[in-house]
């Protein structure tokens, strides 16, 4: 059982509307899909609301008090995020859409400025979509290679297979993931970086599935960029982060072009503006970034490392549950490992089995959760992943090994 002090530091499903509402079946709702999207806690809303009954306007433009107040709110989201990331410097973070376009703005403006044939971009085999195909976009103009890091039996980096690779191959940047949405796995990034750095790589690290779960610093790490977004960590979604060494973000081009990012325009050409601004092209996602800065607070508030023991101490609860269901098959068995849980159940098709677990109340996700390289190293087309976060109980899983017997019963019959 999960111990009681755990469960009393964190019953927080009061905190989000959402989660205290019945399922059409009439089950509660059980949310186990928080790696695809977290839920709001009331201050985030309350804080979006606010923006768009108050103090809705355009931000650094206006000298009226609508837009100044917008611009306060949006610029303090930015000094929030500097400080639960420990960056240098708000001029290190670059607002954006999410994880997905944090990556596309690395590949194709330092990517585009420094990679050529002959170059090789090292990635992982247990990297989402989106830490492959923008490279892979790049590499079809610039000509450069895309090698992938082997992963373990256990669903690890190689550490050593890495180093080899950095070491016999000109390799300009490491890109890889801090935590796997399918294995669970976490990564030794400081390690990683620490080694990219003495063959001379740049290293970029997703955080998508690391920045909500885990105190992630920008100093300890020694990363030169890191994307997460954060419609995974209790805020909105539209919204997300890169971080990136100032000196790096200062000698890149700006990926996007248009309003608020440039210093002076003629006809012949621009002078891009100052950091951030020179990466935050046109009108951003102003509601969003504000409800990212209360969903810092609310994260904070609770403490990053009781959000992190909390969801470890769930997901080992899960794992003892569910090892116990007859013929599932878990994918990734790594010691240190964030809550998701990928696995298959007999030969019950994944989108059988969250259809039968939807019939139940629960939401858990099917499918190659955008890691199609993955899976197929795996040798499965789809698995289905239950996912938690700091408002996942112990009922839930529960009712989520409940259901999983039942189904099995039931394709048995
Ligand atoms: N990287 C990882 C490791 C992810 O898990 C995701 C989203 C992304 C990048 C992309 O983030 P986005 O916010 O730009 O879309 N992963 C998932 C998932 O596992 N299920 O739905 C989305």
Excluded at 220 to 239: I, N, Q, R
Excluded at 350 to 378: M, T, Y
Excluded at 382 to 400: N, W
Aim: with cysteine; net charge negative; glycine share 8%.
């Amino acid at each position: 059982m999960i111990p009681e002090h755990i469960s009393t530091i964190l019953n927080l499903k009061s905190d989000f509307p959402i989660l205290n509402q019945t399922h059409q079946t009439g089950n509660p709702l059980t949310y186990l899909d928080s790696a695809a999207s977290s839920q709001m806690p009331t201050i985030v809303i309350e804080a979006v609301n606010d923006y768009h009954r108050r103090y809705h306007a355009n931000v650094h433009r206006g000298i009226h008090q609508l837009s100044e107040l917008a611009t306060e709110g949006y610029e303090l989201a930015r000094k929030k995020v500097k400080g639960f990331i420990n960056a240098k410097s708000k001029r290190e973070i670059i607002f954006t859409k999410g994880t997905t376009e944090g990556i596309n703005l690395v590949a194709q403006s330092w990517g585009r400025a420094n990679l050529k044939e002959g170059d090789v971009v090292l990635l992982s085999q247990m990297e989402h979509h989106s830490n492959i195909i923008p490279y892979q976009m790049l590499a079809q103009e610039k000509g450069f290679t895309v090698r992938f890091i082997p992963i373990t039996a256990t669903g690890e980096i190689d550490l050593v297979v890495y180093q080899q690779l950095l070491a016999d191959n000109p390799v300009k940047l490491v890109g890889v993931t801090h935590c796997s949405n399918v294995l669970g796995t976490i990564n030794p990034i400081t390690e990683m970086a620490r080694l990219a750095h003495e063959y001379g790589a740049i290293i970029v690290v997703d955080g998508a599935q690391s920045t909500p779960h885990m105190p992630v610093d920008m100093q300890a790490l020694d990363v030169d960029f890191f994307a997460f977004s954060g419609h995974k960590m209790c805020a909105p979604t539209g919204v997300g982060v890169l971080y990136g060494k100032q000196a790096l973000l200062e000698a890149m081009p700006p990926f996007l072009g248009g309003g608020s990012m440039i210093n002076e325009v003629t006809w012949d050409g621009f002078t891009p503006a100052e950091l951030p601004a020179k990466f935050e092209a046109g009108t951003p996602n102003i509601a969003q970034a504000i409800g990212l800065g209360y969903a810092i607070d609310y994260l904070q508030a609770i403490g990053i490392e009781n959000i992190h023991q909390h969801v470890q101490t769930v997901t080992t609860y899960a794992l003892d549950q569910l090892r116990q269901v007859p013929s599932i098959q878990i994918y990734g068995d790594s010691p240190s490992r964030g809550g998701v849980i990928a696995f298959t159940l007999g030969n019950i098709h994944a989108h059988d089995l969250s259809q039968a677990l939807d019939f139940e109340g629960i939401a858990v996700r099917s499918g190659h959760h955008c890691a199609q390289p993955l899976h197929r190293l795996l040798g499965v087309s789809a698995t289905t992943r239950a996912s938690f976060y700091l408002y996942t109980t112990s009922d839930d899983i529960d009712r989520l090994v409940q259901a999983l017997n039942k189904t099995v019963q039931f394709f048995k019959g």
